[in-house]
């Protein structure tokens, strides 16, 4: 599904992101796991990542990084009309973390609900925000991509606890005139692939059980080498047609964030978009993957960077589980 600009223009005009301050390196993983730096390294491109203490939940990481948005657009909680957090590590199954976030920042007007789109959660709801900006529907509206992988992960599995970090970031979407901003978007799904990437219990399906528990249910079963296969062509499609719907290419692009799943998948689109090395924006060295988290956190470092100017046209593309994914093209 594409969606061209056609009534009001939608703009992010501030973003924040928020990271735990624990670090796990691939050393600590070393003396928990049959691994080595070495192969996570070559295989992942991931050296560290970030893991939330225990006191902290979904909304407190979700509440820090929403803070730091508001600030840099200048809008008020108070302002906002709508609340969209994509995660797959809520809080509690309901309510909705949007709903604890809005009570925690004094969002009163604000209409707030979760999505679950895996690692494409933050580009859903950016693509959410937009049609409900251009339709005149809402004027101000926080998106926050959140995710406290470390609590879904087993620690005993080499094959995906050396991948996952928690994060949060959130970007305030504003109303603008037509040709400013998010010029695209575009979301995508296949429900027939769901096996590749899944937390088997603790939903209706099959909730959790003493049994469930010890067949490790709570945890993310992830078919990698699978995956993988997937991930570069949807996110090269992703990139191609939110760029082909207002008749831009490739070459046009300034910058591109891709979902930080893996360094391999990160090389592989870049070349086939043929962009240069230092037209993406790559930090899954220090944050691993952290899912719906990392287009917003890598975002937001870049704009702290000042390497981006006014009038660069950035690409976020993302691709997870479900399988979904989809790509934001717009100007900053
Ligand atoms: N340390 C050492 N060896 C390991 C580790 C580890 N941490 N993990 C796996 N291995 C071994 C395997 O057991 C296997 O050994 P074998 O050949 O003796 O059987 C070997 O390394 C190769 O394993 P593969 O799984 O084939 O390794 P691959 O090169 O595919 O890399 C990885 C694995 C990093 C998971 C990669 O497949 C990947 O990144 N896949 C995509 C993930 C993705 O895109 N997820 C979706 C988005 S994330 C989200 O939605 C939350």
């Known amino acids: 599904m594409s969606c ?3 009534l009001k223009g939608a703009k992010i005009t501030g973003v924040g992101y928020y990271v735990p301050e624990k670090i796990l390196t691939n050393a600590d993983l070393e003396k928990i796991v049959d691994t080595s730096d070495k192969w996570i390294v070559e295989r992942s491109g991931i ?3 970030h893991i939330s203490s225990d006191d902290q939940a979904a909304s407190d990481l979700a509440y820090e990084a929403s803070l730091k948005a508001l600030e840099k657009s200048g809008v008020k909680a108070e302002e906002l009309d709508q609340i969209i957090v994509g995660t797959a590590t809520s809080d509690m199954l309901f309510p909705a973390t949007a ?10 007007k604000a209409a707030a609900y979760d999505l679950t789109a895996a690692c494409s959660g933050f580009i859903f709801g950016v693509s959410i925000a937009d049609s409900m900006i251009s339709s005149g529907k809402a004027e101000k509206i926080l998106v926050v991509g959140v995710e406290l992988l470390s609590r879904i992960t087993d620690y005993t599995d080499r094959a995906t606890c050396v991948l996952f970090g928690d994060g949060a970031g959130a970007a305030v979407i504003e109303s603008c005139s037509p040709q400013e901003g998010i010029l695209s978007t575009f979301i995508k799904t296949d429900g027939e692939y769901t096996d590749l990437l899944y937390l088997p219990g603790g939903g209706s399906r099959n909730p959790l059980t003493e049994e469930s528990i010890k067949k490790g249910e709570q945890y993310i079963h992830m078919k990698g080498s699978e995956l993988f296969k997937y991930a570069v062509k949807a ?8 760029l082909g719907s207002v008749g831009l290419g490739p070459e046009d692009v300034d910058f591109l964030i891709p979902h930080q799943a893996n360094i391999r998948i990160i090389q592989g689109v870049r070349k086939r978009l043929k962009l240069k090395k230092e037209q993406v924006v790559i930090n899954i060295d220090r944050m691993g993957n952290t899912s719906t988290a990392s287009i917003p956190i890598a975002l937001g470092e870049l704009e702290e960077s000042n390497i981006i100017k006014k ?16 790509s934001i093209l717009f100007r900053k």
């Not at 709903?99 to 009163?108: D, E, I």
């Not at 090269?236 to 939110?242: C, L, M, P, S, T």
Request: proline letters at 0%.
């Open 99 to 108: 709903c604890l976030l809005q009570n925690m920042l004094g969002a009163k």
């Open 47 to 49: 050296r560290e990542r």
């Open 311 to 326: 009038g660069n046209l950035v690409l976020l593309v993302a691709f997870g589980g479900g399988l979904t994914w989809g």
């Open 4 to 6: 061209e600009r056609q």
């Open 235 to 242: 996110m090269v499609q992703a990139a191609r047609e939110a």
